[in-house]
């Protein structure tokens, strides 16, 4: 029932998966909207909506639709629970029903971001304003494990995002987190900037979650106002009509390119005890398959058990 | 003597502002530079390097140029002093030297940045990595009496980055500043986005220096990255480079509208007790030209006088 789109968005990606046979689906919702409709479900009689506090939520709608598929996953009738739904909800829902992995304080949102050459995981972006250098640490061993079961990146390089190369450069918690990181036996690229993020200099990108937070909206901001003024000059040009025309399908690809980034938007709650994975609340019937393939192959990938197993690791040096 | 192009940019930018009246200039550098180029001078023996370590510049090179430049502003000998230099350097030596306006606890950088349809300024872009709830109040204030003064912004809106619009959000030294700033008298817009900062929401962007730095240097690579993929998929078409040449004039006006983003690193350092400019590292005469305007209008509005008002303003409340 969450995100812009849903429900119709949500039972065609269903319809999808299910004909492809990437998973068998269980449907949470209000019985009117899942009965029927050719997949199992379970009926929740209430919906989390998006200015539901997330303090609030266990308590005020306890039969929301999105805790019973949480709780699906804590009774072991699903692998990972799937929502497009407001976030703070999902998360607290998670956190409540789920606990964390033993070795994580804060679970993170994760974000998969294009760069020139390929993509990037940005984590935490947007769970924590607050961190400390633990935290970062714990983002980075998440971040990694993520970046080479899911997307078969091996040995992930891992940049701590900071204001210069320099170590001993940044704030008081990212000047902490790097030493910490560099114990951590990762790939560590040390400090990143701003500009090494799009250009991909790293696989994985450790940040608190406020400038997490900052830097994917920025992007997606960037990003709409470049394409407005390419737009805007094209309009004065007598001839432009007809260059953009022929650049058309250049365009195209580059929309494209740049789409990715709401895909992205798509990924697990790191440090819960049991798979979460976060759609885009602007979600399309595609993104939501998107999600739901995700999920599925985070459950082959056993990416929770990894992400235990990865976490007791460091717990032991 | 600072920034990629000195001394060559740096004289002619001098030449061009001196012909045109607006301004009397002041060379400061090694004698067999600025003697016989027809300016007033005054020697220096030593010059700021790149990798000059900013905590040490005051002891190690006393008779360094961007010292004895600032110097002349203490000295009523010059009403600002302009530098493309080792911006840390110029901070350490602009604080010892002049040291800070009453009420302002840390100094900070500024850097203009180009929105959907104007400009905004970004205070602090970058000098201070840990930041208190009163700082950011600081900058607040000076933000809004630059945008006013330099720009001719009437009641320019102000604006805290944060996580979310809605009061109660953020890091606790968001959450804080929040309550400082309305207090402020300032025209304040509340918590901002970061897809906020380049539609141009707010005139003032009110930011810690980690957060600031990792915006003004994502936005560089971000635009890099996404100005190569155009290119890179124009490429891909056969017919496209017909359409690249029809919209060429429009591709140019759009670099030129991101260009003032060098411009835009082109700012006073705020809190300073004197006028000290920073250049862009990258500057070429053009943007050189344009910060020794900058610092010209900067002191016709005693820019300092005014900023000295307004901080003293928020003492009285």
Not at 12 to 31: F, K, N, W
Not at 103 to 113: E, M, Q, S, T, Y
Request: contains cysteine.
């Amino acid at each position: 029932m969450g995100g812009d789109n849903a429900p119709t968005a949500t039972l065609a990606a269903a319809r999808t998966i299910q004909a492809s046979g990437r998973a068998d689906l269980l449907l949470v919702g209000p019985e009117s909207t899942v009965a029927g409709q050719g997949f199992d479900y379970v009926a929740a009689t209430e919906v989390v909506a998006m200015d539901d506090k997330p303090g609030r939520i266990m308590r005020e709608k306890p039969d929301s639709s999105m805790r019973i598929a949480v709780q699906q996953v804590l009774d072991g009738k699903a692998g990972g629970a799937v929502s497009a739904g407001n976030t703070g909800a999902l998360m607290a829902i998670g956190l409540f029903t789920l606990g964390r992995l033993p070795g994580i304080d804060r679970p993170a949102l994760g974000g998969v971001f294009p760069t020139r050459e390929g993509r990037t995981l940005l984590i935490d972006a947007g769970a924590n304003a607050d961190v400390k250098p633990a935290y970062l640490q714990q983002f980075a061993i998440m971040g990694s494990v993520y970046m080479e079961r899911i997307f078969g990146v091996p040995n992930p390089r891992v940049g701590l995002l900071n204001v210069g190369h320099e170590k001993g450069k940044g704030n008081q918690v990212t000047q902490e987190a790097y030493g910490l990181i560099k114990a951590s036996g990762l790939n560590f690229a040390g400090n990143i900037e701003g500009k090494d993020v799009p250009e991909g200099a790293v696989d994985v990108v450790v940040c608190d979650g406020f400038t997490g937070n900052v830097i994917a909206k920025l992007s997606e901001g960037l990003a709409g106002v470049l394409g407005g003024w390419i737009r805007e000059e094209i309009r004065k040009e007598r001839l432009a009509p007809i260059g953009a025309l022929l650049l058309k399908p250049a365009f195209d690809r580059v929309r494209k390119r740049l789409a990715y980034a709401d895909y992205g938007g798509c990924a697990p709650l790191f440090g819960l005890n049991g798979l979460v994975v976060k759609a885009h609340g602007r979600a399309d019937a595609n993104a939501l398959e998107y999600a739901i393939g995700l999920a599925a192959q985070a459950v082959e990938q056993d990416l929770v058990g990894r992400l235990n197993e990865a976490l007791a690791g460091i717990a032991e040096r």
